[in-house]
């Protein structure tokens, strides 16, 4: 008997230390986090483009990472900073209080960023915790936040609130910059690469040439496969930096800034608390193509991406180790395909101009209640009238001898008119969507606040162009009904690789990182975690 004791004992010691030690290892949080935001992303080019990429980037996270193939934003359409919003958030835009990039602004009558604080950018108009948020409410500080990204409203929206700091190139000067929000100051990385490496000195000799033959890319009809692209920057153009950041060459400088964070402010080497890198990338088409064919500008674009992500993963394992470390790659749901048939293939279409349409409805109102400035402006696919002047209506009828009410109002007319433009396909009140009697006004209403929206929201007929003549620049938006699949990817050293296909709502994203780093989920977050495919 003793002796049977004797050589059980030392086994179950053995078994009991061996769980200790696992149940230890999953008790622990991560030291370090990295969150990665492509900007349209999209998930069959991802696929397609895999077998040319090598094992350390995108294919390293969608091996060994929960992969979801199709992510749901939930709404009509996202842009990177609702997106980011919604994301960080697990919250509509409704009410993150960023519905898009561009809000109007009816005392100037013009569109501007989101975010534009005075002349910089903040948080201030996010209304709800992130996911960065809970984390440094957790270390009480103690845990680092950074966001590093060429844009500046996604460097600002991945970052959160109190964020150790936040970055971005300025597209006037190509400079790293940041807000007074956040001290001011610069991490000294980029204060001395702003010293030392200007990208201004260097843009003029960046060339951007396929990375591979081209015969390699897939996909090509045969008149591409001839013709490789060859693209410059000139330090002189005024727009240079801006069309800089949507390039790989952007990217680079992102990943290259993020590298220096990682090896010199030496992020995730905390004890007992948790440090966040969030990067923010773009692989929006690039369109100054002579031919108005960017595919293979973007199909290169994602093979250097996925370099710029292996030397990314690269660092941080060597720097803090991967078994210590979260890394989540998110897209976000959206992909701004601008290109339009030629006219020569008579595919029904044309141009909608926010300008030409304010000005033919401000005529009308004008012959109907008198010559008065009734619009205030279109931005986007938002409808602003003059409050002063439809109150001086009002106010008229009111004092009228007229025994009957009116059969409609201004607003009700407004719509009407604009109904029997040519390329509107509807329009809608803002109590037309948020009375959500359909499913279509539901998908509506969660991206639409009430406190930015216009007083009618038009929808723009499939094929046709919206040209939004009151940004600056001028944008045109080709409308398109169907939107991609978008990925997104968690890699953590306690979750079993998985995939899932089913559509998965963007909504869940957020406490389902909060579940795994262990942090309550962000104040207003919609929907509950995935559950997790703990390793065994």
């Not at 230390?17 to 030291?31: K, N, V």
């Not at 069959?44 to 996270?61: E, K, S, V």
């Not at 396929?210 to 153009?237: A, E, N």
């Amino acid at each position: 008997m003793k002796s049977t004791l004797r050589h059980i004992f030392p086994l179950l010691l053995a078994i009991l230390s061996a769980l200790g030690s696992q149940l230890s290892a999953f008790a622990e949080r991560p030291q370090l986090v990295i969150g990665i935001v492509a900007d349209q992303l999209q998930t069959d080019y991802l696929q397609d483009l895999l077998p040319l990429m090598g094992q350390g980037g995108f294919n390293r996270l969608f091996k060994q990472g929960m992969v979801i193939t199709d992510l749901d934003f939930g709404v009509p359409s996202t842009d990177a900073a609702s997106a980011v919003a919604e994301i960080y958030t697990g919250a509509w835009p409704s009410q993150t209080g960023v519905t898009g990039r561009h809000q109007f602004d009816r005392r100037t009558r013009r569109l501007v960023p989101a975010l534009l604080d005075g002349n910089t950018y903040t948080p201030a108009q996010l209304r709800l915790s992130t996911i960065t948020d809970e984390l440094v409410i957790d270390g009480q500080r103690f845990g680092k936040v950074y966001s590093l990204a060429a844009d500046p409203q996604v460097a600002v929206l991945m970052g959160g609130h109190e964020p150790a700091s936040a970055a971005w190139i300025d597209p006037n000067t190509g400079q790293w910059a940041t807000a007074p929000y956040y001290t001011g100051a610069l991490p000294a990385p980029l204060a001395m690469r702003n010293l030392r490496r200007p990208l201004r000195g260097r843009l003029d000799t960046m060339l951007w040439k396929p990375l591979l033959d081209v015969s390699r890319y897939p996909g090509l009809p045969p008149q591409k496969k001839y013709y490789p692209f060859s693209h410059g920057f000139r330090s002189t153009d005024r727009d240079v930096f801006s069309r800089f950041a949507l390039t790989p060459m952007g990217n680079r400088e992102v990943t290259d800034a993020a590298l220096q964070y990682i090896t010199e402010l030496k992020p995730g080497h905390g004890k007992g608390t948790i440090d966040m890198l969030n990067v923010g990338y773009s692989l929006a088409p690039y369109t100054q193509t002579k031919d108005g064919d960017y595919r293979l500008e973007l199909m290169d674009a994602y093979l250097r991406l996925d370099r710029d992500l292996e030397r990314l993963l690269n660092t941080v394992d060597r720097e803090v180790g991967l078994d210590k470390t979260v890394v989540f790659l998110v897209s976000t749901g959206h992909f701004d395909n601008d290109a339009r048939p030629s006219d020569t293939y008579r595919i029904p279409g044309g141009e909608f101009s926010t300008k030409r349409a304010a000005a033919l409805l401000n005529s009308f109102l004008g012959a109907r209640y008198g010559s008065a400035d009734y619009v205030a402006g279109i931005a986007g696919t938002h409808v602003y009238l003059n409050e002063k002047a439809l109150s001086a209506i009002t106010s008229r009828q009111s004092l009228s001898s007229q025994p009957s009410a009116p059969s409609s109002t201004p607003l009700q007319e407004a719509r009407d008119f604009l109904c029997r433009m040519d390329g509107i396909a509807a329009v809608q009140t803002v109590s037309d969507i948020l009375s959500g009697t359909t499913d279509a006004l539901e998908e509506a209403s969660r991206a639409l606040d009430p406190r930015t929206a216009g007083d009618l929201i038009i929808n723009v007929q499939p094929g046709w162009t919206l040209v939004d003549d009151y940004a600056t620049p001028v944008t045109r938006t080709a409308m398109r009904r169907s939107s991609p699949a978008t990925p997104a990817v968690i890699l953590s050293p306690t979750l079993t690789p998985t995939t899932i296909t089913d559509p998965v709502s963007a909504l869940r994203l957020a406490p389902t990182l909060s579940r795994l780093l262990r942090l309550p989920a962000p104040d207003g977050a919609a929907a509950r975690s995935l559950p997790l495919p703990r390793r065994q």
